[in-house]
């Protein structure tokens, strides 16, 4: 199974790339939002999700760890194949999918190519009130000196937080609603503060 590629970009399509590493040219299936990050002959670093079936092997590309993640976690929807999670992962970062999810918020997932309010509806309900994807070693791989970057701010912070307020004693729904209402109106990712604002949403009026 190949996780991360790290080489020469050989060339960029409409929908894939192609990456040179130690003269093996490996071709990723990627978002236009990764694409429009990567330059022919410029050193990049992706991370990869391999599918294999029984006529042939596809990889998937993206600008990190946690991207690859939410496209796993997609996939456990009925009805929601390689491309439609691709789509997904392109249309809406990490944190707006997660905010989307908690707020039970169909219409910003239908923003995804292809991905209509059923579907949307579907995978609201299937997986609003979930824990976050993990990486595969239980955390996401990260690499500070990795040349493509990724555009959205990480889950982490809200995941924290989310935690947080489980051990508290609330439920996963009513805790990630929270912290992604707190997000969204104080626009901070600092953990204390999130959990703090969460708090005050959770506390009766």
């Given at each position: 199974m190949?996780g991360?590629?790290?080489?020469e970009?050989a060339?960029?399509?409409a929908?894939?790339i192609?990456?040179?590493?130690?003269g093996?040219g490996?071709?990723?299936?990627?978002g236009?939002?990764?694409?429009s990050?990567?330059?022919?002959?410029?050193?990049a670093?992706?991370?990869?999700e391999?599918?294999?079936?029984?006529n042939?092997i596809?990889?998937?590309?993206?600008a990190?760890?946690?991207?690859r993640?939410?496209f796993?976690?997609?996939?456990?929807?009925?009805g929601?194949a390689?491309?439609s999670?691709?789509?997904l992962?392109d249309?809406?970062?990490p944190?707006e999918?997660?905010?989307a999810?908690?707020?039970?918020?169909?219409?910003?997932?239908?923003?995804?190519?292809?991905v209509?309010?059923?579907l949307?509806?579907?995978i609201v309900g299937e997986?609003s009130?979930?824990?976050p994807p993990m990486?595969r070693f239980?955390?996401?791989?990260?690499?500070?000196?990795?040349?493509?970057?990724?555009?959205s701010?990480?889950?982490?912070?809200?995941?924290e937080?989310v935690?947080?307020?489980v051990?508290l004693?609330?439920s996963?729904s009513e805790?990630?609603r929270a912290v992604a209402t707190a997000a969204?109106?104080?626009?901070?990712e600092d953990?204390?503060?999130?959990?703090?604002a969460?708090?005050?949403?959770?506390?009766?009026?």
């Open positions: 190949i991360r590629l790290k080489g970009v060339a960029v399509g929908d894939n192609m990456i040179d590493v130690n093996v490996y071709v990723a299936l990627a236009a939002r990764l694409l990050k990567l330059t022919v002959g410029a050193q670093e992706v991370f990869i391999t599918r294999v079936t029984e042939s596809t990889l998937f590309a993206f990190t760890d946690e991207e993640a939410w796993v976690r997609l996939q456990d929807v009925p929601v390689g491309k999670a691709m789509a992962c249309a809406l970062s944190a999918l997660m905010d999810l908690a707020l039970g918020d169909a219409a910003s997932i239908t923003r995804a190519k292809g209509g309010k059923k949307a509806e579907r997986l009130g979930k824990p990486g239980g955390k996401f791989v990260a690499d500070p000196t990795a040349s493509v970057q990724a555009a701010v990480t889950t982490g912070a809200r995941g937080a935690s947080a307020l051990n004693g609330y996963q805790a990630a969204k109106e104080s626009g901070s953990v204390s503060a999130l959990i703090k969460a708090l005050k949403e959770l506390s009766p009026s």
